[in-house]
């Protein structure tokens, strides 16, 4: 590998001098100072003060659960201002490109839209693995961000450790690793290796197995020299207060998010009994997230049935390799039981 972080980061900015807000200049360390600084309303509501532009309280409780330094995390407006924020600081619109690997999350695609960056998709394998080999044919030397998603969005698998690290080794840009679903995987995080990879990138959100998608919290996760760049094109208050606030009291309450992730993965196992069960489902596909992937005779009657009952699902037919698929994700129990009810009817009819 030759990986050189200067190389890849767009001259602009390489050469950026970051806005230093007010908060960023002087934050209280406690004792009983006059905030004269900012142009804030001085009457105390609870959030009359700019929020901490570093979210330094956030980080360091983040730190320990994934076995970082705070100085290896950038926070963003959810995960998708974390990805275009990988695409402002490496890819100079209309000359490099990225590589995704369809079927896949489509924010990727989006956003190499909304940045004239060429998108250079290469199928996912029959059994929904990156095909390394074939990755490594479209890589050129303008190619400065490949996107796996592991365990991937709408398929539900994780990736196979081996072919990770084929691509960490031979690719000179970033790899970045989108774990939006790592909580509900028995596989381990790849952040545990951020020190062995110099181009490796992690993302997650709090947006899925924390139960927090209504405050926007996505982590970015890389080396200190990465997140340095980001941090110099990051909107300085692009966290809220209330966000880091939620965030920290959700981060701190981690035997919760614990139950109920096992919550959710038991009520998956008893959908996917239910589904094998369903008369006009061909096939289900493996998951390690909190959705199923299932493969049925007509995904556009069997959606629009389910909507008629009042349950919506996602139609992922579209999807290059997805024809005739519905993706299902799991529910409280009850929600589960509404929606096994109506598959059964429909299943029966
Ligand atoms: C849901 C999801 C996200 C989450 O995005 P946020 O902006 O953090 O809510 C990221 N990546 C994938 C693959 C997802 O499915």
């Not at 493996?286 to 996602?314: C, M, S, W």
């Amino acid at each position: 590998m030759n990986f050189e972080l200067n190389k890849i980061t767009r001259a602009n900015v390489e050469a950026l001098q970051p806005y230093s807000s007010a908060r960023d200049e002087y934050k209280s360390d406690g004792s009983e100072m006059v905030f004269l600084d900012a142009n804030e309303n001085p009457f105390e509501n609870g959030v009359n003060r700019y929020p901490d532009p570093q979210q330094r309280d956030l980080k360091s409780v983040l730190a320990e659960p994934k076995g970082v330094l705070p100085e290896n995390i950038l926070l963003g407006n959810g995960s998708d201002e974390v990805l275009d924020l990988l695409f402002r600081a490496f890819c100079e619109p209309h000359v490099d490109n990225i590589v995704t690997l369809p079927p896949t999350y489509g924010m990727y695609n989006v956003l190499s839209g909304i940045n004239t960056v060429e998108n250079r998709k290469v199928l996912l394998t029959d059994t929904f693995q990156p095909d390394v080999k074939e990755i490594l044919k479209v890589v050129d030397e303008h190619t400065k961000l490949i996107f796996l998603c592991s365990p991937n969005n709408p398929t539900g698998n994780g990736f196979d450790e081996d072919r990770i690290k084929g691509l960490l080794e031979a690719f000179n840009g970033l790899l970045v690793i989108d774990e939006a679903y790592i909580d509900f995987s028995p596989r381990k995080s790849w952040v545990g290796r951020l020190s062995d990879f110099p181009n490796l990138v992690v993302t997650q959100t709090l947006s899925k197995a924390y139960g927090l998608a209504g405050i926007r919290l996505g982590l970015c996760l890389a080396s200190t020299e990465i997140i340095s760049v980001l941090n110099k094109i990051k909107p300085p208050y692009n966290v809220n207060g209330l966000t880091q606030s939620r965030a920290l009291e959700r981060v701190l309450a981690q035997e919760a998010v614990t139950s109920e992730v096992a919550n959710i993965l038991t009520e998956r196992e008893k959908l996917r009994t239910a589904l094998l069960t369903v008369s006009f489902v061909d096939m289900l596909y493996p998951t390690e997230a909190n959705f199923i992937l299932v493969k049925v005779d007509d995904a556009d009657l069997r959606y629009a049935q389910l909507l008629h009952k009042g349950i919506v699902i996602r139609n992922r037919s579209t999807q290059p390799l997805c024809q005739n698929t519905l993706r299902f994700t799991v529910g409280t129990a009850s929600e589960n039981k509404k929606l096994i009810r109506a598959l059964k009817e429909l299943s029966d009819a």
